[in-house]
């Protein structure tokens, strides 16, 4: 079975402009929970969605949003890119019934 | 804020037990106890998770205390590929969750 596939690994943007991350979940999976990690703030919670619906969200500004589709894949917008946007963007699935959290292998953002 | 509070770092010697603690005090009768593990950057790798019995699998021990206030994650044969940083976490598994996680523990395994 395929894991969580996170598109793109790597990318770089300039500050004021948007950019979109994609995450597939493992297939049967209708959870998607996506992190922020940085250096100086560890492992950050910022949304999480099931069934095209948002169920909890992190304490970030609504520069971040995000969004799922009918397939449970997700998708994460950050407007107005700042430096501290630079990070690593991790998106988790979970199975139905349990709170296991499938990691892919996240998106690494560097804002210059 | 964190439910979870770990150590910052241990040492461990190879193919010794790494005991990891974890103190979750204000844990709430329906939050199961997850651990997880990440190495350098990658994304965070499921290890184990249990409610309130001691649970084994292939890579781990959880070990729950009876009141639930905290638990210990054993790695039986500690190798240097364990060598990664630690979270353990509390959640909810019905219906929505918020995941937060704490600063996690970095455990060194030395040769």
């Known amino acids: 079975k395929a894991g969580v596939t996170q598109t793109p690994r790597y990318l770089i943007k300039t500050r004021g402009q948007q950019v979109t991350l994609s995450c597939s979940p493992i297939s049967g999976h209708r959870s998607v929970s996506w992190y922020q990690q940085t250096p100086g703030q560890g492992l950050q919670f910022l949304f999480e969605?099931?069934?095209?619906?948002?169920?909890n969200k992190g304490n970030f500004p609504g520069r971040f949003s995000g969004r799922q589709f009918s397939n449970s894949r997700s998708e994460m917008n950050v407007s107005t890119l700042e430096l501290g946007d630079s990070a690593l963007y991790l998106c988790?699935?979970?199975?139905?019934?349990?709170?296991?959290?499938?990691f892919g292998e996240g998106s690494r953002l560097t804002v210059l | 804020d964190a439910k979870t509070t770990q150590p910052p770092s241990m040492d461990c010697a190879e193919g010794r037990a790494a005991n990891l603690p974890c103190n979750h005090s204000?844990?709430?009768?329906?939050?199961?106890v997850y651990w997880y593990r990440q190495i350098h950057s990658q994304g965070p790798q499921y290890i184990i998770h249990?409610?309130?019995n001691n649970e084994t699998n292939e890579m781990a021990s959880l070990i729950i205390t009876e009141d639930r206030k905290s638990s210990t994650l054993i790695l039986p044969h500690a190798t240097l590929r364990d060598t990664a940083v630690y979270y353990c976490i509390v959640r909810d598994n019905t219906g929505g969750f918020k995941t937060i996680f704490g600063a996690g523990t970095r455990l060194f395994v030395k040769a």
């Open positions: 249990g409610l309130k």
């Open positions: 204000t844990i709430s009768g329906n939050e199961y």
């Open positions: 969605y099931f069934s095209e619906t948002q169920r």
């Open positions: 988790a699935s979970s199975p139905v019934g349990t709170g296991e959290l499938f």
